[in-house]
T-cell receptor, first 114, second 109 residues
């Protein structure tokens, strides 16, 4: 029962370095999401993909890029990391439409940018 | 500015007390969900409400969706230490789910 799998779970970067967070789901869901979670801010949507081949910006897309590689995989890339991107990142998937379906989350990826 | 405002942000109560968490917005949502998150884990869905005025109960938890579908509340009766966690409301809008900033609940024995 893997559900949503994120890698890596922890990462430390220096300012300016790049990295990619990987996410895969095995529930045959159409929609996938990337959120970041900061203290007192809840979860903020970075990018989402309503279906394979489509991606859309969320609330805080600046400094990030995404790729919906196939139905299972949705990656998040930081091209030039900044300290403000220190956060916990969550990938989620949903079988529902229009934001009405249940989101299934991964365990999170904790990123520190020095 | 948060699209969904949750209050209170922090709540510390004794076991057996009742509490209510509010989730408010000026926007209309097609549905509203409540999630619970424990440290080191992703949020887990508690309930989805879709109809204005809808009330759903989950054991000691009662969820209500406002008539105008702009607000919701979560009421916990006789809180227990196992209820401790971060409670998040989330509204469905335009193909995505937007979250409130969360309510950190601590229930002391």
């Amino acid at each position: 029962n893997a559900g949503v799998t994120q890698t890596p779970k922890f990462q430390v970067l220096k300012t300016g370095q790049s990295m990619t967070l990987q996410c895969a789901q095995d529930m045959n869901h159409n929609s996938m999401y990337w959120y970041r979670q900061d203290p007192g801010m809840g979860l903020r949507l970075i990018y989402y993909s309503a279906s394979e081949g489509t991606t859309d910006k969320g609330e805080v897309p600046n400094g990030y890029n995404v790729s919906r590689l196939n139905k299972r995989e949705f990656s998040l890339r930081l091209e030039s990391a900044a300290p403000s991107q220190t956060s916990v990142y969550f990938c989620a998937s949903s079988g529902g439409r229009g934001g009405s379906g249940e989101l299934f989350f991964g365990e999170g990826s904790r990123l520190t940018v020095l | 500015t948060q699209l969904l405002e949750q209050s209170p942000q922090f709540l510390s109560i004794q076991e057996g007390e009742n509490l209510t968490v509010y989730c408010n917005s000026s926007s209309v949502f097609s549905s509203l969900q409540w999630y619970r998150q424990e440290p080191g884990e992703g949020p887990v869905l508690l309930v989805t409400v879709v109809t204005g005025g809808e009330v759903k109960k989950l054991k000691r938890l009662t969820f209500q969706f406002g008539d105008a579908r702009k607000d919701s509340s979560l009421h916990i009766t006789a809180a227990q230490p196992g209820d401790t966690g971060l409670y998040l409301c989330a509204g469905g809008q335009g193909g995505k789910l937007i979250f409130g900033q969360g309510t950190e609940l601590s229930v002391k024995p």
